[in-house]
């Protein structure tokens, strides 16, 4: 059954062209690849949590993505985000689609499954490579809230953030246990001068204008159970002094404040406090800035509204109807074994 974006990709060419084809439009058109392209920026724009994805290839009736690096908080464009290879518990799947489009695309539904590279694929090619966790372990929740507290404790940040959501777990053996977390964190009311006993009741702020981020933290358990010499008997120093725990987080700057901003520029060009509805919300600006403007700040429609990003397995797949189907690969993952 030919998908919906193909469907609406020939009866477009058609009047367009004014001529009917003898095939319709394949994977290498430029024309079909643009609509995609543009196609999954609106779907990753649409969503409202996991990663962004990216394209690999069109097969016939749809796209094939990859996850990337690039949480959906980040609102990167997605040709501006790393796909993860085999070193990162790489992610695949299907995108069905529809979209009309001339000189703009406009997408009308989406619907896409995705899943993890097994296991047993990726320790076949790379014994050593990390390999995912679950994210209710305890030594997961423990990494990721020794990461977070490193970053409140280092972070020139005004107010402390709370975690919100572990995303991604994964581990490997080093020089001991190795773990590796992702997750997102939301900025909260309390300020830096809040006292430590007062932390634990402390909720996210409750405002447009306030900050999220993502994270990479690790956690390597190795301190009290190894001791590493170097030849004739010297300690190596420079690995026993290496802290356990490191983490690096990206703040991205709320759609409301770069509006308002964007608004203050017009109106005067004077950069201060971002006011609405008579409050005033002061944000120091020596962090990370990861601002990506998008046509979505001004869309009333809720996001998620359009389609569905699941986990499921591998559907078995159709043969393609045009003759140029599938197209070629951008990535492989490192898994040149691993039909994708």
């Not at 084809?21 to 690849?33: L, M, Q, W």
């Not at 489009?101 to 097994?118: G, H, M, N, T, W």
Request: net charge negative; charged share 20%; with cysteine.
């Amino acid at each position: 059954m030919m998908s919906g974006y193909l469907l609406v990709l020939c009866l477009a060419f058609l009047q367009q062209g004014g001529e009917a084809r003898a095939d319709p439009p394949g994977c290498i058109n430029p024309e079909a690849v643009r609509v995609a392209e543009e196609a999954l920026e609106q779907i990753n724009q649409d969503r409202t949590n996991g990663y962004i994805l990216s394209l690999n290839r069109l097969y016939d009736v749809n796209q094939t993505p990859e996850k990337t690096k690039c949480h959906i908080t980040s609102r990167k464009p997605w040709k501006q985000c790393e796909v993860r290879d085999i070193g990162d518990v790489p992610v695949y799947g299907e995108c069905e689609l529809s979209a009309t489009f001339d000189a703009e695309v406009k997408l009308q539904s989406y619907s896409c499954a995705i899943r993890k590279v097994p296991p047993t694929a990726v320790v076949s090619v790379c014994p050593d490579c990390p390999t995912a966790d679950n994210l209710n372990e305890p030594v997961v929740k423990e990494t990721a809230n020794l990461s977070l507290q490193r970053f409140n404790e280092e972070s020139n940040l005004a107010n402390y953030f709370t975690l919100e959501n572990i995303t991604r777990a994964s581990s490997q053996w080093v020089v001991g246990p190795a773990y590796f977390v992702e997750f997102t964190i939301a900025e909260t009311v309390c300020s830096k001068t809040t006292d430590a006993s007062e932390l634990g009741h402390c909720p996210p702020m409750d405002c447009q204008f306030a900050h999220r981020g993502f994270c990479l933290g690790s956690h390597l358990d190795h301190e009290e159970q190894f001791e590493f010499r170097l030849s004739g008997g010297k300690k190596n120093s420079s690995f026993k002094n290496r802290k356990p725990v490191d983490v690096t987080c990206e703040i991205y700057e709320p759609q409301a404040a770069v509006v308002a901003e964007q608004a203050h520029a017009k109106s005067d060009g004077v950069h201060g406090g971002h006011q609405h509805d008579n409050h005033t919300h002061l944000h120091p600006h020596e962090h990370m800035h990861s601002i990506t403007p998008s046509s979505d700040v001004t869309v009333s429609r809720p996001r998620g509204s359009l389609g569905t990003v699941v986990d499921q397995p591998a559907p078995i797949r159709s043969a393609p109807a045009a003759s140029s189907c599938p197209g070629p690969h951008r990535h492989n993952l490192g898994l040149d074994r691993l039909k994708l």
